[in-house]
């Protein structure tokens, strides 16, 4: 059977499922998003903003979006493609990725952006960087994504809706920027100068002598980029609804994952949307009794991070994590890719030095950032941490970039941690030092003290980006899938063994 065959003879009988990440972001949902998108009539996408990047091949040309979903390649089908209301949604980002859908001659005549979708603004990326130059920063991808859901939830955010009406645009702008000013009184107007002269800001053109910000020109800018796609402005949940009602299959795609989730990730180290199944339902117009499968994504038996905030597994701990906290030298680049090959060479997956051992697992498995071009710290595959999202999302997983650890010598697991620091309370439990903890507690401050036990396997050291049956994997690698499943109640339901479609392994589970 090819793809498309097992694809629906595993999704016989469902008619909405989703695709989420269960750690960090970054596990290759982009790829079966775009596999599934031939199975679902509407594809939605319900959290995050263009802190999301993913690289969408156009006409043989590798181009990043950030925003519209990779279900866009099926649009030509006829297959409705949604941001919906849930979606921190910049229209300088979309009009750039509409000129790059028409220069690769791209169809997007059913594209629908959710009037309730929050608006990014100059004051959110503005108000981002601001935060980050502080140092106790988050890391975060610059985009603005942190203020807008402050703004949505402080009740002063403006919605894509608003864009449509010029003068309620302009007022509640006005009034925002009004809201905010006492935040900006505490900055140094210079350092507000600079940011705003950015050329992700418009280079100047917001920035204001006597008002800090010209509320004027974001007005004219903004009501012309939507111009561009007025008639892409709809009540999205209602079609979501319709689609539904008819009978259609609907496919939500989820941005980040769990792990980064506000509401279940490891706070504060965190986006500002909930990127769990929960936030997703909820952000692409449905609930959570809508859904009949969500495949969590599980990169394995490695794992990534990007940004601050603790990563107990990480090859090379904190010398790591400083490392990838560097934006690229020459900005302009924008991949920290080549800089990173420059310093160290070529480095092997089995490098004795574990600093260099995350180098060659990076360099390996293509690690680094869609957004910001930052190095992604790599670490072991973290069962407290997948019991905790399991827990949270359901258990079918999908196990993505597995081939990238053929070569390793061994396999480290950790399948739990033990606890060293003073004594934490966690409502009614006490965690003292020496505790073994199981299911990961993700509160930043319990996370960074976590001390992971590793079980050890040996590596497979076979290529297995050819195989495409659970039965001829080899057996080294099948004790390991076993084992992540028996420890924290995963059912794999796919396996992913390189980037293009027909690398998939159906477990048939
Ligand atoms: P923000 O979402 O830009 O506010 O960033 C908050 C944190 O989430 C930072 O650590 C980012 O690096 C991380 N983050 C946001 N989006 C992604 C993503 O798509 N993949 C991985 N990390 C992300």
């Excluded at 988050?138 to 864009?163: C, F, S």
């Excluded at 004594?423 to 199981?438: A, F, M, P, Q």
């Excluded at 063994?497 to 690398?503: A, I, S, Y």
Aim: some cysteine; overall charge negative; proline content about 3%.
């Amino acid at each position: 059977m090819n793809f498309f065959e097992q694809a629906s003879s595993m999704l016989h009988g469902r008619q909405v499922i989703a695709i989420t990440c269960f750690q960090w972001g970054d596990t290759g949902k982009g790829k079966f998003v775009d596999a599934f998108g031939s199975w679902a009539k509407v594809i939605v996408r319900g959290t995050g903003g263009a802190n999301a990047g993913h690289t969408i091949s156009l006409n043989g040309n590798e181009s990043i979006f950030h925003l519209i979903p990779s279900g866009i390649l099926h649009d030509a089908e006829g297959k409705i493609n949604i941001i919906g209301s849930g979606v921190a949604f910049d229209p300088g980002i979309i009009t750039d990725e509409l000129d790059m859908l028409d220069d690769a001659k791209m169809s997007y005549g059913n594209l629908l952006f959710s009037n309730r979708a929050h608006l990014v603004l100059p004051q959110h990326l503005l108000l981002d960087r601001l935060r980050e130059s502080k140092a106790d920063k988050i890391g975060t991808t610059g985009r603005g994504i942190g203020p807008v859901y402050t703004d949505h939830y402080a009740r002063r955010g403006l919605r894509l809706n608003d864009l449509l009406n010029k003068d309620i645009f302009s007022q509640k702008l006005k009034a925002n920027l009004r809201e905010i000013a006492g935040l900006l009184s505490l900055e140094d107007s210079e350092k507000i100068k600079a940011i705003l002269g950015h050329e992700h800001l418009g280079g100047g053109r917001y920035w204001s002598e006597s008002s800090l910000i010209d509320a004027d020109a974001i007005v004219e800018t903004y009501v012309a980029y939507a111009d561009r796609f007025t008639g892409m402005i709809q009540d999205t949940d209602a079609i979501v609804r319709e689609a539904l009602e008819e009978g259609s299959k609907v496919l939500c795609e989820g941005a980040q994952g769990n792990l980064l989730s506000i509401d279940i990730g490891s706070y504060p180290h965190v986006t500002s949307s909930d990127c769990s199944v929960h936030g997703l339902m909820k952000g692409a117009g449905l609930d959570m009794s809508d859904l009949d499968l969500n495949l969590g994504i599980v990169k394995a038996p490695y794992m990534t991070r990007v940004g601050n905030g603790p990563f107990p597994t990480e090859f090379g701990g904190e010398k790591s994590a400083e490392w990838c906290a560097k934006a690229a030298e020459d900005e302009k680049k924008k991949s920290r890719k080549q800089e990173e090959l420059d310093r160290f060479g070529k480095v092997s997956v089995n490098s004795q030095d574990e600093f260099l051992r995350g180098i060659g697992i990076r360099q390996a498995g293509h690690e680094f950032g869609a957004t910001t071009g930052r190095c992604r710290r790599t670490g072991r595959l973290d069962l407290p941490l997948l019991r905790h999202s399991i827990r949270h999302s359901g258990q079918e997983i999908i196990l993505t970039k597995l081939d990238v650890m053929d070569e390793s010598d061994v396999i480290e697991i950790c399948e739990s941690y033990t606890y060293r620091g003073p004594s934490y309370r966690l409502g009614n439990r006490i965690i003292n030092d020496g505790d073994k903890i199981e299911t990961a507690i993700t509160e930043s401050e319990v996370l960074a003290r976590c001390v992971p036990n590793y079980v050890v396997f040996p590596g497979w050291k076979t290529d297995i980006s050819g195989i495409r049956t659970f039965s001829d994997l080899p057996q080294k690698l099948i004790d390991v899938i076993h084992y992540i499943e028996n420890k924290t109640g995963a059912v794999t339901e796919i396996l992913s063994v390189g980037p293009d479609r027909e690398q998939t392994i159906f477990t048939e589970n």
